[in-house]
């Protein structure tokens, strides 16, 4: 698949076949998500890989403390959003929550336990960066977090990124005894797709071109 058809046709997948993913695959995955570009060379992301009993385990521990805590899933802002955001925010809904209801769960529900358990998908992927670098370097991860995204659809792999999971951070890091100083930023759940479930007919559009650039010639 050429990089172009990957970057059309990814989305986010929350139906994973019970299918294991050979751990080639993986390391080809990390390996590619390891040539993003970062700050004079810092790369500064880091993959921690679940699977089997331990992403079972995982799941497991972060299914109770979301019962115990019960943080939402959302845009984590402390002010309402702009019009220009929120309505982008209310067509997705609009998309997903028909196609959620057909699986007979209420929508946050869903969308909350799904986070907790990787929706199912066989391969918990956990992203960190050392405390000791500023927030400026998110933007490093971010890069390796798409080369990723992009280098599994390439390989017939689907993929789903998972934020609500970093409220819980504390119990990530004790679970999977990571070294202190490292801070979880995100999960990723990495599987092949059900393409059966009506939770992954849909694909979100994106606003056109022409609202997200500004000229100056």
């Avoid at 022409?210 to 000229?215: E, F, H």
Wanted: aromatic share 8%; with cysteine; hydrophobic share 40%.
């Amino acid at each position: 698949m050429d990089l172009f058809s990957a970057m059309d046709q990814r989305r986010s997948i929350r139906a994973f076949l019970d299918k294991p993913v050979p751990r080639a695959d993986i390391e080809n995955i990390i390996k590619y998500a390891g040539k993003s570009p970062s700050a004079i060379n810092l790369q500064p992301w880091e993959y921690v890989i679940t699977y089997g009993s331990e992403k079972d385990r995982l799941v497991r521990r972060l299914k109770r403390v979301h019962s115990e805590r019960s943080v939402p899933c959302g845009p984590g802002t402390e002010k309402p959003l702009p019009e220009n955001f929120s309505s982008r925010s209310r067509e997705a809904l609009k998309v997903m929550q028909p196609k959620i209801a057909e699986t007979g769960e209420e929508f946050n529900q869903f969308i909350e336990q799904g986070s907790c358990s990787f929706y199912g998908a066989p391969i918990a992927i956990i992203v960190t960066i050392d405390r000791i670098f500023p927030k400026l370097r998110y933007l490093d991860i971010g890069l390796s977090v798409s080369y990723l995204l992009l280098a599994a659809q390439a390989m017939g792999l689907s993929t789903c990124p998972i934020g609500l999971i970093t409220s819980y951070a504390d119990e990530i890091t004790d679970m999977l005894d990571m070294p202190a100083g490292k801070e979880v930023l995100l999960g990723i759940a990495l599987g092949y797709a059900d393409k059966n479930s009506p939770v992954n007919d849909f694909k979100i559009d994106r606003e056109d071109s022409s609202s997200i650039m500004t000229w100056y010639e």
